[in-house]
């Protein structure tokens, strides 16, 4: 009986998901999949909107980096994870969103407009408190996208991936203190 319970705590103990960081009271789990890749956290941060806590975001890379362009242009695995901390309107969501696309293209999203209204879709009426957004790009396959560890989602292309990752950390950020955080400064 004895090595039952032991063989039990030791599988439990190597099953238990392993956390780097934990921000504004949300773990961050310190490696994710992408495909068949191996990601480890590159760096976290917290979304304010008006002194609220909106978000906790994570980028996973192969490898960590602090250079912002080689991410965005790298064809390579790497994710974004969003843990939201308070309800947002699938509304404000979609017009925040469709900023941070506009921003981080320069005002060229004609030739993804459709993508990003594929992409919008996933957050539906509202993005709901403790929902987990993750944004996992896959070479060849494009950015699948997993709401509460579920695929909601996928859109094809490096071009929205580019696009997507901007969002976080193009020279117009959502926010720098976030960029900055994601990108481990």
């Known amino acids: 009986m004895r090595q039952l319970m032991t063989a039990l705590v030791l599988v439990l103990g190597l099953t238990q998901v392993a956390f780097a960081k934990?921000?504004?009271?949300?773990?961050?789990?310190?490696?994710?999949?992408?495909g068949s890749a191996d990601l480890v956290l590159n760096g976290v941060g917290l979304r304010e909107r008006w002194m609220f806590d909106?978000?906790?975001?994570?980028?996973?890379?192969g490898q960590k980096s602090s250079d912002a362009a080689q991410v965005i242009n790298?064809?390579?695995p790497m994710a974004i994870k969003l843990h939201m901390l308070r309800d947002v309107s699938g509304e404000k969501m979609a017009d925040a969103t469709r900023e941070g696309f506009k921003n981080a293209t320069n005002g060229n999203t004609a030739t993804i407009r459709a993508k990003i209204d594929s992409f919008?879709?996933?957050?539906?009426d509202e993005?709901?408190?403790?929902?987990?957004?993750?944004?996992?790009?896959v070479?060849?396959?494009?950015?699948?996208?997993?709401?509460n560890g579920k695929l909601s989602n996928t859109i094809e292309g490096a071009d929205f991936k580019k696009a997507l990752f901007g969002i976080w950390l193009s020279d117009k950020p959502a926010q720098e203190s976030l960029r900055n955080g994601m990108l481990g400064s």
Do not use: C, Q, R
């Not at 934990?22 to 992408?34: L, N, Q, T």
């Not at 978000?55 to 996973?60: F, K, Q, W």
């Not at 070479?139 to 709401?147: F, H, N, Q, R």
């Open 120 to 124: 919008l879709a996933v957050f539906g």
């Open 139 to 147: 070479p060849g396959k494009g950015v699948e996208v997993y709401v």
């Open 22 to 34: 934990e921000v504004a009271g949300v773990k961050i789990p310190d490696s994710i999949k992408a």
């Open 74 to 76: 790298a064809d390579e």
């Open 127 to 137: 993005a709901t408190e403790n929902n987990v957004y993750d944004m996992v790009y």
């Open 54 to 61: 909106v978000y906790v975001g994570g980028l996973y890379l």
